[in-house]
């Protein structure tokens, strides 16, 4: 008797082993049920979300809560108000912004359409930064410019875009662009300038050049801006752990 006791005790044990381990696999993450599966009725059936989708939900929502816990959206820290008409801001998730313009001229000297996508990071961790795209409509000219840091203050020539100003001759268009600073205290100028090379050294620009000085210099950001309290909360913030989430 007591064998056979024995030998029933170890058939259930091993059944209820096996059912263990197969229930396992069918909540196992990585394994997605099939939608063509019709052994379960659809009422149970549940779909399961990659650990790392899972991931990038979790940071997504966090980070979003971060901002609106810290100051509203990237946008708001550049007072878009203060902005020229012919541009608009948007937040580029999660800590860094994008500007878009596009300026019309009506001059003598200069009649064209420019657009500019201004790509600002002030919360790098090698430092604020920011990129550009000048586009001009005439000529169909393209120009990129990246990787402008914290530190830099510079006028930069398009390549083919120039006025002809009688008494002074070929002023080239530029852009100018300078970031200074820290997160808390970040000194931006970005736009368009004019600059005509007298000499070696000398260098005549639109601010001085009668005529042109009522278009350019013409700026998308100038003034002190600051994102210290977001930038911190980015460096603080920990990475998520993978998680799976299950969808019923």
Not at 63 to 83: F, V
Not at 204 to 220: F, H, T
Request: charge should be negative.
């Amino acid at each position: 008797m007591s064998v056979r006791f024995s030998l029933v005790f170890v058939v259930v044990v091993s059944l209820a082993c096996l059912a263990f381990v197969v229930e396992g696999r069918l909540l196992d993450p990585a394994v997605q049920a099939s939608s063509e599966d019709t052994t379960e009725p659809s009422h149970t059936k549940k779909m399961f979300v990659s650990t790392k989708v899972a991931s990038s939900k979790l940071e997504s929502f966090v980070n979003s809560t971060k901002l609106e816990l810290h100051g509203g959206t990237m946008c708001e820290h550049i007072n878009p108000d203060d902005l020229p008409e012919e541009c608009s801001c948007r937040d580029d998730w999660p800590f860094s912004l994008v500007i878009e313009c596009l300026k019309t001229f009506n001059s003598t000297y200069f009649n064209d359409t420019i657009g500019m996508k201004i790509d600002l990071d002030p919360c790098n961790e090698d430092g604020a930064k920011l990129s550009l795209d000048v586009t001009e409509m005439k000529h169909h000219i393209e120009y990129p410019i990246a990787g402008v840091r914290a530190g830099e203050s510079k006028n930069i020539p398009i390549p083919g875009l120039a006025m002809i100003v009688p008494g002074i001759g070929n002023v080239g268009v530029d852009v100018a662009v300078m970031i200074a600073g820290n997160p808390d205290m970040l000194r931006l100028k970005v736009g368009l300038n004019a600059c005509a090379q007298l000499s070696t050294d000398h260098q005549l620009c639109a601010s001085a050049i009668p005529g042109v000085s009522n278009i350019l210099p013409w700026y998308v950001l100038e003034g002190d801006y600051s994102f210290g309290d977001v930038c911190q909360t980015n460096s603080t913030s920990s990475d998520s752990e993978e998680t799976a989430i299950l969808i019923a």
